[in-house]
């Protein structure tokens, strides 16, 4: 969900953290902006400045798991959905005019094919994914009640909101408005049911996958960018505990976003 933006801006930010993703530009605007406003470490930080694309926001995110920092991201990447325009100018008069989106990320426990069990967070989707030519065979179970007995597919994902526009729009799903209470269970090619195109779920749902014939078909699970080959089983649930904080420029916040997307040509 998003907090509506105060009446008044929150005083501006004493205490930057800048990090940049691996590309030059990045690089170099980090430097910029530390040497113009100054800059401390990340446990010291008020605030979290991204400079890179979607990925590195991530990838930021992740890092600051827990620690309910809120992240600004300025777009120095090739995907900029999840960040600022860039400009050097009046940062932390904008950091305060932000507007803050609250995320709620996903637990992803994976089981093995050795037993073993595999825990990640994701904050766009967890999906499961075919590893050689042989279609997935994939069991659904919502609740511990089975919705799906068989469905054979390239893969499946279950999506938050926030990530509603990456992989599970690639893959036909919607886009969820954040504020919804939903996630989105969206199949990837599927073969047979032909016709199902996935699902809506309440974010309380408790989503079991099972691999079926997996030494034939075997499949890998992926939390964001954390995977864990040949999967048996794979479970799924919205952690509403745990808070990531990201800011957005003033009339263009996340959920703005996601609204405009679902009318963009």
């Known amino acids: 969900m998003t907090e509506p933006r105060p009446a008044s801006p929150r005083p501006a930010p004493k205490r930057l953290a ?17 040497r113009r406003y100054g800059e401390v ?13 979607d990925g ?7 890092r600051n798991l827990g620690a309910e920092r809120p992240i600004y991201g300025m777009n120095q990447g090739s995907v900029g959905f999840l960040m600022n325009e860039y400009n050097e100018d009046g940062l932390t008069e904008r950091i305060a005019a932000a507007e803050r989106a609250v ?10 094919a050795e037993g073993i069990s595999h825990r990640a967070l994701a904050i766009n989707e967890v999906s499961m994914l075919r ?13 511990g009640t089975v919705r799906l007995a068989e469905l054979f597919c390239d893969g499946v994902l279950v999506s938050t909101p926030a990530g509603s526009t990456a ?40 989503v079991s996958i099972e691999v079926l014939e997996s030494e034939k078909r075997p499949v890998s699970a992926v939390a964001d960018n954390f995977e864990v080959r040949d999967v048996v089983k794979v479970d799924v649930a919205e952690d509403r505990g745990m808070r990531l904080y990201m800011l957005f420029d003033a009339g263009r ?13």
């Not at 990340?42 to 694309?53: I, K």
């Not at 590195?56 to 992740?62: G, I, K, N, Y």
């Not at 916040?253 to 040509?265: D, G, M, T």
């Open 18 to 34: 800048f990090v940049a993703s691996d590309r030059p530009e990045a690089q170099a605007a980090r430097e910029r902006l530390a």
């Open 103 to 112: 995320i709620h990320p996903l637990v992803m426990v994976a089981r093995d």
């Open 253 to 265: 916040s996340l959920e703005e976003r996601v609204l405009a997307e679902q009318f963009s040509a």
């Open 56 to 62: 590195f926001m991530l990838e930021t995110l992740h």
């Open 41 to 53: 470490s990340e446990p010291e930080a008020e605030v979290v400045v991204a400079l890179g694309g």
């Open 167 to 206: 992989y599970n729009l690639s893959a036909h799903g919607p886009i969820i408005p954040l504020e919804s209470r939903v996630l989105a269970l969206t199949p990837i090619s599927a073969f047979r049911p032909r016709r199902w195109r996935g699902a809506l779920l309440p974010h309380t749902a408790k």
């Open 131 to 143: 590893q050689t030519r042989q279609t997935a065979k994939l069991r659904i179970s919502i609740d």
